[in-house]
C-alpha cells in the first residue's frame, strides 16, 4: 500500500530545481557550469535592509507575531501600494507570508474546492498548475506562442471561462516568458471579467520593479476590479530578497479573512526579522540607488543577451519587456540529435546542453510550453557571452 496520498503522487518536483540540482551536481564533479537555471537576483541585500533585521535581532523581534504580520508592516505595505500603484488598502486586507509563493497558495485555498477550474495563461510558473492540482483543482492552460510575445488574447479568455472558471491566476511581469500585460492590454481583459463578476483575479507582481520599457501596472488600479482581485507581491525579486522569504498579498475583506485563517493554522505569522526589515524595505522607493542599479544591471544583461541569442539561427526569440528571463522556442532543433540522443521536446534540448557544453537551462515543459526553454539572465555578462557561446557551439553540432 502507497501511504503518499493520490494527490501528492501526481504531484511534479519543481523542473527548476531539479535542473539547478543537476547543475550544481555536475559543478561539484569538477565541471565548468554555466548555471542560467534559478529565478534568483545575484545582487546583496540593500545595506539598510539587512541593518534593519541586525537591529531587530538586537531588539528581541524573537516571538511569534500576529498571524497576518506585524501591524507596521502592513502599514508600510499600504503606504507601498498607495506610492507605487496607486491603491488603497487597509492593514486589515493585507497577510505577510513566508514568500509570494505562500502568499500565492493561501489565496489557492481559500477559494479552490474540488472540480473547480482556475485558468493560467501558459507559459505559467511552475508551481501554479502544481497548486492548483494539490488543492483539487483544475489548471486550464491558455497557450501563447512568441507571436504573441507569450499574452493570452481576450477571445482566448472569452472562450475558456466556463461556469466552473474560479479564478484566473497569472504573473505579469512573466516567469517564464518576460512578457508584461500593459495597462491596456489588462484594461481589455477586464472588460471581459466585467461579464463574468464571480471569476476572480490573482496578480502575481513579485517581478514588478523589473519593467524595463513601460511602467508596472496592476490589474487592481482598474475601476471595479480591486473589489475582486488578490495582489500577490513580495521582496525576493526587487529586493534581492529571496532567502528571507518575505511576501504578502493585498485582497478584498471577505478574502483576507479566509487568507489569514489558512496562515494561522498552517505556518502563523512569518520570520519576525524578516517582517522587521521589511519595514525598512517597504520604505524604500524603486528610484532608490541600490534598486534602481540592480534593475539597471539587469537590463544591460537583457540587450546583451537578446543581441547574442538572435544571432542563433533557428532560434526563435520575443525581447521580453521584464523580469529576468528568456524563453525561446527551440522546436525548429526537434528531430535532431547530439551523442545518438534524438531531441523531442525543450526539456530534452535544455538536458542535452546543460550535459554535453555544461549549460543550465530549464525545459519548458513545466512551465506548459514544450517548445521551449528558459534561461535566466540574474548572472553576470561574462557568464551570459560564455553561456550563448556554448548554445551557439550545442546547435550546430546537432546533426
Ligand atoms: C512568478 C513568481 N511568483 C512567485 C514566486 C515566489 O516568490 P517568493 O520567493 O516570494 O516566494 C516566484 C519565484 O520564482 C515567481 O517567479
Known sequence: MNIIS???????????????????????????????????????????IQEAAIDAIHKNFSKYSPVPGFLETRE????????DNNLIYQPSQICISTGAKQAIFNVLAAITNPGDEIIIPTPYWVSYAEMIRLLGGIPISIHTTVESDFKISVSQLEDTITERTKAILYSSPCNPSGSFYTQQDLKEI??????????????????????????????????????????????????????????????????????????????????????????????????????AEMKAAFNARRKLMYDLLQKIPG??????KSAFYFFPDVSAFFGKSFNNQVISSGDDFSMGLLENKFVGSVGGDSFGNTNCIRFSYATSENLIIEGMKRLSDFITELS
Open 6 to 48: 493520490q494527490r501528492v503522487q501526481e504531484m511534479n518536483f519543481s523542473q527548476t530545481f531539479v535542473m539547478s540540482n543537476k547543475a550544481r551536481e555536475l559543478k561539484a564533479k569538477g565541471h565548468d557550469v554555466i548555471s542560467l537555471t534559478l529565478g534568483e537576483p545575484d545582487f546583496n541585500v540593500p545595506t539598510a
Open 76 to 83: 508600510a505595505v499600504c503606504k507601498k501600494l498607495k506610492r
Open 190 to 291: 477586464s472588460d471581459c471579467l466585467k461579464k463574468h463578476p464571480s471569476v476572480l483575479v490573482i496578480s502575481d507582481e513579485i517581478y514588478e520593479y523589473l519593467v524595463y520599457e513601460d511602467e508596472p501596472f496592476s490589474i487592481a488600479q482598474i475601476e471595479g476590479m480591486q473589489e475582486r482581485t488578490a495582489v500577490i507581491n513580495g521582496l525576493s525579486k526587487g529586493f534581492a530578497m529571496t532567502g528571507w522569504r518575505l511576501g504578502y498579498s493585498a485582497c478584498p475583506e471577505w478574502l483576507a479573512k479566509a487568507v489569514e485563517m489558512i496562515q494561522g493554522q498552517v505556518t502563523s505569522g512569518t520570520n519576525t526579522v524578516a517582517q522587521q526589515a521589511a519595514i525598512t524595505a517597504l520604505h524604500m522607493s524603486p528610484n532608490e540607488p541600490e534598486i
Open 315 to 320: 532560434l526563435q526569440v520575443s525581447y521580453p
